[in-house]
């Protein structure tokens, strides 16, 4: 890492190169920027996390770090609306993406339309909570992830048959986790859905079959993800009115294992409270995700391989090689 001192011109993922007359940040300041033109909104304490799984040198004073960069123009903070009125949370102006960004006129401003709205900006921050634990578990495991291994809001287009018209799906984030298994390096891409209980289990099992058919439409996904199709992991909110989240994701879960499922669709759920627990940093990983695994047909036919999220390797292998159980095979 270089001194805190040097100047660097900003970029980011996404953005085209930038040009010599582009304003110069100091390291902190650019990784801020760059994380808060990805991320759209996070609170001061993601942004200390995320510098500190980017390697980035801690700073006492983090908020006046923040203040500079809103005096500056290029960051503003975004107070919570009703019911949140003590929480905050920053973003970067359109000066701040214009700067990190030298004028990419293909980055997607539409979450900068009302700064000012007072809808608080729950599905960002809780994306970036669960990339961030995501960031925890890699470094436990000796994996790699860091916090531009994750998007918000990516949009894919896919058909119900051959013939039908293309339909629009938006998943709530997508993450590549990046797996180390005896020397072994494998990217595995995730495609999470965020609950808050504001739908019906019924609309999240609607939503599971939509990636069905997202799935079959390979040309909608191929180029994003070249090695196949990602994981589906969905993380379901404890709180939510009618059913619990542990019944939610029982209830999707027994839909997913009696529904015939394409060969390599894999779906994960998993609890809000179980995904964000500590205690499952020292058990074994493979229950935090529930009862994964590739399944496909249905019946007596079905063909189930008990494949947990990381695992690289045949279940029996896997679990002689980490004596017993470790990563839930």
């Known amino acids: 890492m270089r001194a805190a001192s040097t100047k660097t011109k900003p970029e980011t993922r996404g953005c085209s190169p930038g040009n010599s007359s582009a304003i110069a940040f100091s390291d902190k300041q650019t ?30 004073k983090f908020n006046d770090h923040l203040t500079n960069l809103k005096n500056g123009g290029y960051i503003n903070k975004r107070i919570g609306g009703i019911g949140q009125e003590n929480m905050t949370c920053w973003h970067a102006t359109e000066l701040g993406v214009q700067t990190v960004c030298h004028g990419d006129q293909k980055l997607d401003r539409g979450w900068l339309h009302n700064p000012l709205s007072k809808i608080w900006p729950y599905h ?68 999470i859905e965020l609950d808050r209980g504001t739908q019906g289990v019924n ?24 090695a196949g199709f990602p994981r589906l992991l969905i993380i379901a909110e404890d709180g939510r009115k009618g059913s619990g989240g542990r019944d939610c994701a029982k209830a999707i879960w027994e839909t997913y294992q009696t529904t015939e499922m394409p060969q390599g669709f894999n779906v994960g759920i998993v609890t809000k409270k179980v995904f964000f ?53």
């Open 31 to 60: 990784a801020t920027m760059q994380l808060l033109v990805q991320h759209r909104y996070a609170t001061a304490r993601s942004l200390q996390d995320m510098h500190y799984h980017l390697g980035v040198p801690p700073m006492r």
């Open 277 to 329: 627990n500590p205690a499952y940093e020292q058990g074994p990983l493979g229950s935090m995700w529930g009862p994964l695994g590739i399944r496909y047909g249905s019946g007596s036919k079905a063909i189930s391989e008990g494949v947990s999220l990381f695992s690289l390797a045949p279940p029996k292998r896997r679990a002689r090689e980490n004596g017993g159980n470790r990563l839930g095979n």
């Open 124 to 191: 960002s921050l809780l994306a970036n909570q669960v990339g961030l634990r995501f960031c925890e578990i890699s470094s436990i495991l000796g994996d790699q992830c860091d916090p531009f291994a994750w998007e918000h809001e990516i949009a894919f287009k896919y058909r119900k048959s051959k013939r039908a018209e293309p339909q629009l799906l938006i998943s709530d984030m997508i993450l590549h986790y990046t797996a180390i298994r005896n020397g072994q390096t494998t990217l595995v891409p995730l495609i």
């Open 203 to 226: 609309k999240l099992i609607e939503k599971i079959q939509k990636y069905k058919y997202l799935h079959s439409t390979p040309d909608a996904w191929i180029d994003r993800f070249p």
